[in-house]
């Protein structure tokens, strides 16, 4: 079936440094997510992403988080600077429709983010 | 605000045994779509039932839930677990018409079957 793809899957990183998390979606998907998943705990919606803007973020979406896809790319999430408590699994997905048949979202197999 | 409970954090079960994997929810959307996301060891999470239709059976790879919004209740079943069907299963909450398409996790239950 269709994939995404993470890259990379593990990232270790001080603490106040720039990370960027990268993503390739399904080809021919419009609907861009990322979640966030602390060890031990459910995966939470951080922001989603449609034509190249921000339709929604959650309250974890900090001002130090930002996101694109330029010119049809990976699509990115960008955390600067990092915090330890940034350090978890960040979970891409992406989807054709918001709701409907077409809504299902397809989810990358994760990053693991460890701040130190 | 909304959310989704799973009061197991982890089912062990001797193959061959029924599966029933809990899921609640509370939310203010009219019209709640509910899933059921299955994450094998080293893969993606990927998309086992979806629903948003009340009272109506939604069945796919033996596995069946029924969405139950009266009493707010989207249960994963099976008849006769397979060892292949240890995973982590996550329930999820969306809105059919509303909300940008955001998801709302349920924490997940570690299915293990045993021989």
């Known amino acids: 079936g269709p994939k995404v793809l993470q890259i990379p899957s593990h990232q270790i990183i001080d603490m106040g440094q720039m990370v960027t998390l990268n993503c390739d979606p399904v080809?021919?998907?419009?609907?861009f997510y990322w979640y966030k998943q602390i060890l031990g705990q459910q995966m939470e919606f951080l922001v989603n992403?449609?034509?190249?803007?921000?339709?929604?973020k959650s309250k974890l979406f900090k001002d130090q988080f930002s996101v694109e896809r330029p010119d049809g790319s990976y699509f990115t999430l960008k955390i600067q600077p990092t915090a330890l408590e940034d350090s978890a699994v960040y979970f891409c997905?992406?989807?054709?429709?918001?709701?409907?048949?077409?809504?299902?979202?397809?989810f990358g197999p994760g990053t693991r983010l460890t701040v130190l | 605000g909304d959310s989704v409970t799973q009061t197991e954090g982890l089912v062990t079960l001797t193959e061959g045994l029924p599966v029933m994997l809990n899921c609640t929810y509370q939310?203010?959307?009219?019209?709640?779509?509910l899933f059921w996301y299955v994450q094998h060891l080293n893969e993606s999470p990927r998309l086992l039932l979806k629903?948003?239709?009340?009272?109506k059976r939604t069945e796919h790879q033996g596995f069946h839930a029924t969405l139950h919004k009266s009493s707010s209740s989207f249960h994963l079943q099976k008849s006769s677990a397979q060892l292949s069907d240890s995973a982590l299963y996550y329930c999820?909450?969306?809105?059919?018409?509303?909300?940008?398409?955001?998801?709302?996790f349920g924490q997940g239950t570690k299915l293990s079957i045993k021989p």
């Open positions: 629903s948003f239709t009340d009272n």
């Open positions: 997905a992406s989807s054709l429709e918001l709701g409907g048949n077409y809504a299902e979202q397809f």
């Open positions: 992403f449609y034509n190249g803007k921000v339709m929604e």
């Open positions: 939310t203010i959307y009219s019209n709640p779509f």
């Open positions: 999820a909450l969306s809105d059919r018409h509303y909300n940008q398409g955001k998801l709302i």
């Open positions: 080809s021919n998907h419009l609907y």
